[in-house]
């Protein structure tokens, strides 16, 4: 038997345990390149596939007339001296939201949970008597004790 003693190879530290290459991807989306970075400098390993632009969609299209008409009416400001009102009744009706000076407005354009609290109202500005859509719907909300207060009014108007 030999006594020489044993030597195990030594590796280097920069070899790899792994006997597959190193390959690092960089792939963000179908219609990128992908780069491979073994020793050396990066190196495509697939070109970029060029294709035509989608369709909007109609999110995106809607979103992009929402924007356009509010620049619009900030530029223009047509009702510049009408006073703002508190919107406090937002679904009225399909068309219409009431205002805390009784009077109803078109809703804003924009998406319900980016209105605005306060809106402009043309009615006031045209000095306008209160809308009886409110009043119809002021009637329907009411408890008990209003209801019993509106008729005691009503019957001192009545002309009979």
């Not at 597959?20 to 990128?32: E, F, I, L």
């Not at 407005?105 to 809106?119: N, R």
Request: charged fraction near 25%; hydrophobic fraction near 40%.
């Amino acid at each position: 038997m030999s006594s020489a003693p044993r030597t195990v190879p030594r590796r280097s530290a920069s070899a790899n345990p792994d006997p597959r290459p190193q390959r690092r991807m960089n792939s963000r989306s179908d219609t990128a390149h992908l780069v491979s970075r073994l020793t050396g400098a990066p190196s495509i390993v697939v070109q970029a596939e060029e294709r035509d632009a989608e369709e909007p969609t109609l999110g995106f299209t809607r979103a992009l007339l929402r924007a356009s008409v509010r620049a619009a009416t900030q530029r223009a400001a047509p009702d510049a001296d009408a006073p703002l009102q508190l919107i406090t009744r937002p679904a009225l009706s399909r068309h219409h939201m009431g205002l805390g000076c009784g009077h109803v407005a078109p809703p804003p354009l924009a998406k319900e949970k980016d209105w605005p609290m306060y809106v402009p109202c043309r009615a006031c500005l045209a000095e306008h008597p209160t809308d009886l859509e409110i009043v119809f719907a002021s009637i329907e909300d009411a408890g008990s004790h209003d209801l019993g207060r509106i008729g005691a009014a009503l019957e001192v108007r009545r002309p009979w």
